[in-house]
């Protein structure tokens, strides 16, 4: 993901502790700061849910980084760059022709001629990890560590990466998997997951009715396909399952399935 770039050499976890209300909120952020050789900044970011407002929080965050960093009168020159690297646990583009891109890049460029960048101030690059899981043809490195998010509780998968630092982070998983407390915070955060679902299908069906009430058949079956995808994208029910509460057919949903459709 940082191609060339110099090593990390400072790293800071800033929320350590996963309390009870974090884990049962809508957002759910693992939040890294890290510092290379070059004294660039570094935002590492894990989300595993979606909310309308991603994109902005994103920004603000990274922006602040940025202005944190000259005190009154300083000089613009002494600001480094600040790169932003969030991984996500669910699909962020899900149009059609960006089905085959799972990771993104972006920065300040010219509309017109994307070629010219102006300055290397700010940087934000995506992974979309459901989808570069499924897409593959990635590079070594990045594909284990991909692997590690989205199957460290899969064993026979697992075994299969023999990159060295994933290797090592699988097992401090299990060496953190044998402490109480590490287990109760997993559990926590699962309770949190499974919650979400039957939150989900309540906003919609809210919104299914209000459809029925206008008479918009066609919004509500778009409705209930989006609300199918975002249960298969959870992964808390089977086809069945999610054909019986979204009122789509199982046919229906195990095409979507299929599609990849978030």
Same mark, same amino acid.
């Given at each position: 993901m940082r191609r060339d770039e110099p090593p990390? =050499?400072?790293?800071?976890l800033l929320n350590p502790r996963l309390t009870p209300e974090r884990l049962s909120g809508k957002h759910l952020i693992l939040d890294l700061r890290a510092i290379d050789e070059r004294q660039q900044h570094y935002n590492i970011e894990m989300q595993v849910r979606r909310f309308a407002a991603w994109s902005a929080r994103? $920004? +603000?965050y990274l922006a602040r980084l940025l202005s944190e960093q000259l005190g009154t009168g300083q000089n613009y020159r002494r600001l480094k760059p600040v790169i932003g690297i969030h991984l996500l646990d669910f699909t962020l583009f899900d149009a059609e022709e960006q089905s085959k891109q799972a990771l993104w890049c972006f920065e300040m460029r010219d509309r017109d001629t994307p070629k010219v960048r102006l300055g290397r101030e700010l940087q934000l690059n995506i992974v979309e990890l459901r989808k570069a899981d499924? +897409?593959?043809q990635l590079p070594e490195r990045l594909s284990a560590? $991909?692997?590690?998010?989205?199957?460290w509780r899969e064993d026979t998968t697992m075994s =299969?990466?023999?990159y060295a630092p994933v290797q090592r982070a699988i097992e401090k998983l299990r060496a953190l998997s044998a402490d109480?407390?590490?287990?109760y915070w997993a559990e926590a955060r699962e309770k949190a997951l499974h919650d979400e679902a039957p939150l989900l299908l309540e906003a919609r069906e809210e919104g299914r009715q209000e459809g029925e009430q206008l008479g918009l058949q066609k919004g509500c079956q778009e409705a209930a396909r989006e609300t199918a995808g975002h249960l298969i994208q959870l992964g808390?029910?089977?086809d069945v399952q999610i054909a019986q509460a979204t009122g789509l057919s199982v046919a229906q949903v195990e095409a979507l399935r299929a599609?990849?459709?978030p």
């Open positions: 990390i =050499t400072e790293v800071k994103g $920004i +603000l499924r +897409l593959g560590w $991909i692997a590690y998010f989205e199957h =299969t990466h023999t109480e407390e590490a287990r808390l029910l089977n599609s990849g459709a």
